[in-house]
Each structure stands twice: as structure tokens, then as C-alpha cells.
């Protein structure tokens, strides 16, 4: 059973910075055994409106954690602290 996303990550294709940040979180998220998703941020317009220029764009528990790349030092900081309890249908960026 997959554990509910408690990251979630914004991307583009043809975007090298969203490739190294997706390797950061996969790593960061496998390794605590933490839920997560990506989410082309073209696929919706809100999103597009809202995000275009500052992919990637992660949030780790409905909360923004950063732009432009992952520290995966401070993400693994911030999923270290209690899970909320919510499930990742809950929420939207």
C-alpha cells in the first residue's frame, strides 16, 4: 500500500532543474518511506498561472518548501516533523 503524499512536486518537461529536483525527492522520499507525487504544472492552468516561472515548486505537507531545486537536507528536516493528518486528496497547491 502506497503511504498518502506528503510531497508534492510541480514540474515541466524540458526542464533540467525538475529532473534533478524529481531525483532529489524520490531519493529523499524512498529513503524515509514518505508519499509523493508530481504534477506536470502545464497540465493546469491554474497551476500555470500561478507557478510558470518558479518550477520546480515543492510542498511538503500542503506547505510551500522551495523553488528552482530541492535541499534535500531541509526536506528531509521537514518530513521528520509529525505527518498531518490529511490524505493527498485532500489538497491542491
Same mark, same amino acid.
Given at each position: 500500500?502506497?503511504?498518502? #503524499?506528503?510531497?508534492? +512536486?510541480?514540474? @515541466?518537461?524540458?526542464? /533540467?532543474?525538475? !529532473? ?22 502545464? #497540465?493546469?492552468?491554474? +497551476?500555470?498561472? @500561478?507557478?510558470?516561472? /518558479?518550477?520546480? !515548486? ?36
Amino acid at each position: 500500500m502506497t503511504p498518502p #503524499s506528503r510531497v508534492l +512536486l510541480l514540474t @515541466r518537461d524540458g526542464c /533540467h532543474l525538475c !529532473v534533478e529536483a524529481e531525483s532529489a525527492v524520490r531519493r529523499t522520499c524512498e529513503d524515509m518511506g514518505v508519499g509523493w507525487r508530481v504534477i506536470d504544472v502545464d #497540465s493546469d492552468e491554474h +497551476l500555470r498561472a @500561478r507557478f510558470t516561472d /518558479h518550477v520546480p !515548486v515543492t510542498f511538503v505537507d500542503r506547505e510551500l518548501h522551495g523553488y528552482w531545486f530541492v535541499d534535500e537536507a531541509a526536506l528531509r528536516a521537514a518530513l521528520g516533523a509529525s505527518a498531518p493528518q490529511f490524505t493527498s486528496a485532500d489538497w491542491n497547491p
